[in-house]
């Protein structure tokens, strides 16, 4: 940037905890970094949408990246974008499908093949990858019908489906996702890029100023326990 960085918006999955999110904050202190906020990546995906296609609407952000999954619920309208739930899993993402991919081979015959140059066919395909994603996409989809119950709306309400995270970018992950929302999912932005972007939107709104309003929720619970262990 061509000068010295000591305040960051940093990004974090919907679904970590306080723990993982004071970590974070102790990470950056030790990097030099004041941290202005901390933002979940969902969110950060839905105001860089909004902001940049200027969408009105309430919409879902579907986060598959490669260890964790995440799923918001936002209405934006007139500069105040609000989550109205969450929801994720904190070991749930592309890692897996890599995992269920290398148990699919024989590794044994392709390094033997590999080693007496000769041709084996891995058996891989578009229809036996799709086979092998499809309990995890499933999974991610349960979350996603909880986070609908939560946010207290129906599936038709749904204005569109945002993808973020580079395990959206498989073919079968984005059938699922358009058949289980009856929509076809929104790609207009980069799902590697727009989490990065929106956190750079709320870093310059944070400095700069802005008449937008941010309200999120937390993912998880929090109590405080009273007297004879009351919560």
Known sequence: LGHEVCQAVITVPAYFDDTARQATKDAATL??????RLINEPTAAA????????????????????GTFD??????????FQVLATGGHTQLG???????IAQHFDWNDLLK?????ENLSHGLNEENLSNLCQPFIAQTLEICDRAIKDAGINKDQIDGVILVGGSTRLQSVRE???DFFNQDPLTNLNPDCVVAYGAALQAHQLTYGTNTLLLDVIPISLGIETMGGIV
């Open 31 to 36: 990097a030099g970094l004041e941290v202005l």
């Open 47 to 66: 105001l860089a949408y909004g902001l940049d296609e200027g969408k009105e609407g309430t919409f879902v952000v579907y986060d598959l990246g490669g």
């Open 71 to 80: 799923v918001s619920i936002l209405s934006m309208r007139k500069g105040v």
């Open 94 to 100: 592309g890692d897996d499908i890599d995992n269920a």
């Open 113 to 117: 093949a590999r080693f007496a140059k």
């Open 176 to 178: 699922a996702v358009k």
